[in-house]
């Protein structure tokens, strides 16, 4: 809570009716996939962020739908919370647009609410279809995480065949070789979901820290993201 209080950009206004989150839900840019590959194995989530129109949503929206996808899931499913999550982020269609979006200090942010504000383990990470100029945020985003997340990040370009070793295809939907059915089909069952979950998300609202209560240093934006401390040698008397 002491992060999420310090994100109000992620985790503050997450009704999922107002009309643009609406629509992030409608478009499916991130979606679990049904089955597991083994019954006490993690979950399965696909990320598509060239789904999204990033002349019309920022990275912070996108992002913050995805905090909703996860604080639904840490409330249902047990996978998710006992054997953690492994992601395939597609990256087909997007462009140099959608990277530009990725600040350091966001990155530094997402992560920082990724590793240290969220209980849930990130098992691995494929990447599919990957376009040029990928590879600027792939390093960005691995200069922030520690060594055991790096060492589960998996680059397969368009070789499906090279994701299929580590995810089979009876995972998949239909769209990537798979046999968990047609995408659209995930898509409009998490679509009810979310919205069924409109007023846990409003009553969220009321929780946080109070920084002024803290013994010692706060936890906020500036001590959690900023660069305090880093140069502090130079102050000149």
Wanted: proline fraction near 7%.
């Amino acid at each position: 809570y002491s992060v999420r209080t310090a994100l109000p950009e992620l985790m503050r206004n997450r009704d999922p009716e107002e009309a643009k989150i609406k629509e992030l839900i409608e478009l499916g840019s991130v979606i679990p996939l049904p089955n597991t590959v083994t019954p006490d194995g993690p979950r399965i989530i696909l990320v598509r962020p060239g789904v999204n129109d990033p002349s019309k949503f920022t990275i912070q929206e996108i992002f913050k739908y995805n905090t909703m996808m996860a604080d639904i899931m840490m409330k249902e499913d047990d996978n998710l919370i006992v054997a953690g999550q492994m992601g395939i982020l597609d990256l087909s269609n997007t462009t140099m647009a959608h990277f530009l979006q990725f600040s350091p200090s966001f990155v530094k942010k997402a992560t920082m609410w990724s590793q240290e504000g969220s209980p849930l383990r990130q098992k691995g990470f494929h990447y599919v279809n990957t376009p040029s100029g990928f590879e600027m945020i792939y390093n960005m985003f691995k200069n922030f995480l520690n060594e055991k997340n790096r060492s589960r990040l998996h680059v397969h370009g368009s070789n499906l065949d090279s994701l299929y070793e580590h995810i089979p295809k009876s995972m998949l939907p239909a769209e990537y070789g798979g046999e968990a059915g047609p995408l659209q089909d995930l898509v409009d069952a998490w679509t009810k979901k979310v919205l069924s979950y409109k007023q846990h998300f409003l009553e969220d609202e009321q929780y946080c820290t109070d920084e002024k209560k803290r013994p010692g240093r706060p936890k906020n934006a500036e001590t959690l993201f900023g660069l305090e401390g880093s140069f502090r040698k130079l102050e000149v008397d």
